[in-house]
């Protein structure tokens, strides 16, 4: 008796021997979507982590060339502003005349030049300088184009402007 109910088992085991076809293509499926979803989510992290870098990046590069130009600016006894309002000479009055300290312009390399040639920030789209009397109005455009294929979209600007009055 004992060896019939051991071939019953075994004769009802054999029909739950393993997946079906169907079941097997199912579970592909549904791991391949988790593993998709995944990857564009990793894939979308890494784009904003580098556009974020990268305005963080212009942003603190357009901030160091404002407070260089604002210093010089304060110190000065008169600016004298370009035709095309592009460039900016800094003087001081020295006691009998009129001295340069300092001179800004915009290269034909879009860098944010000073009279040293000292670069103070690059990837500048444009550059503006107007006055109304002793104060003068800076106001500085810098991009960063990420290369990509979104370019349109994921291309950083920023735009500083500040307003400075010559103390001297």
């Not at 029909?15 to 989510?41: D, N, R």
Request: with cysteine; hydrophobic share 45%.
């Amino acid at each position: 008796m004992k060896g019939g109910t051991t071939m019953k088992a075994i004769a009802a085991m054999r029909g739950q021997g393993g997946f079906t076809l169907t079941e097997l293509i199912v579970s592909i499926g549904v791991t391949l979507v988790v593993i998709l979803a995944g990857v564009v989510t990793y894939l979308g992290t890494i784009h904003s982590w580098e556009g974020t870098a990268s305005l963080t990046r212009i942003q603190r590069e357009a901030s160091f060339a404002m407070e260089v130009m604002v210093r010089d600016i304060r110190d000065a006894s008169s600016c004298d502003i370009s035709a095309a309002g592009d460039s900016l000479t800094v003087y001081f009055w020295t006691g009998t005349v009129d001295s340069v300290i300092a001179v800004y312009y915009l290269d034909d390399q879009d860098r944010l030049i000073d009279m040293d040639g000292t670069v103070l920030v690059t990837e500048v789209d444009s550059l503006g300088f107007s006055a109304a009397g002793s104060t003068v109005n800076i106001d500085v455009l810098l991009k960063d184009e990420m290369e990509t294929p979104e370019a349109s979209q994921d291309d950083q600007a920023v735009l500083i402007s500040s307003t400075v009055a010559c103390r001297n």
